[in-house]
């Protein structure tokens, strides 16, 4: 069993900053791929960015250029770097280990 927490959420204004960590228990992080999702109020969840075993990135079109996903095999934890915030940000976030393990997300809020 894995356990995945997350940190690092909070209340920022629009186009401020924040990075979220999430630290990964057990020796099979550098194996999976990991990933960031949000579900704001009402809404789907959806996916944010995600970090293969290898290091390629992917992210959802409404974050590339203001978000960065990055991984620390020697830390078991994964970063979502978030700049340029926007009120449309805001939502519950969350990391997986390969889709098959989750955390119980952190609130991101944006708002002046």
């Known amino acids: ?3 995945l927490v997350e940190s ?3 209340l920022v204004q629009p186009g ?5 960590s999430c630290a990964a228990s057990g020796s099979t992080f550098r194996l999976y791929f990991m990933a960031w999702y ?4 009402g809404k789907q969840r959806e996916l944010v960015a995600e970090v293969s075993s290898g290091g390629s990135t992917v992210y959802a079109d409404s974050v590339k250029g203001r978000f960065t996903i990055s991984r620390d095999n020697a830390k078991n ?6 700049n340029n915030l926007k009120p449309e940000d805001t939502a519950v976030y969350s990391c997986t280990q390969a889709g098959r393990y989750w955390g119980q997300g952190t609130q991101v809020t944006v708002s002046s």
């Open 38 to 41: 949000r579900q704001a109020p």
């Open 1 to 3: 069993q894995v356990q």
């Open 77 to 82: 934890t994964v970063y979502l770097q978030m």
């Open 8 to 10: 690092g959420g909070g």
């Open 16 to 20: 401020g900053s924040l990075r979220l």
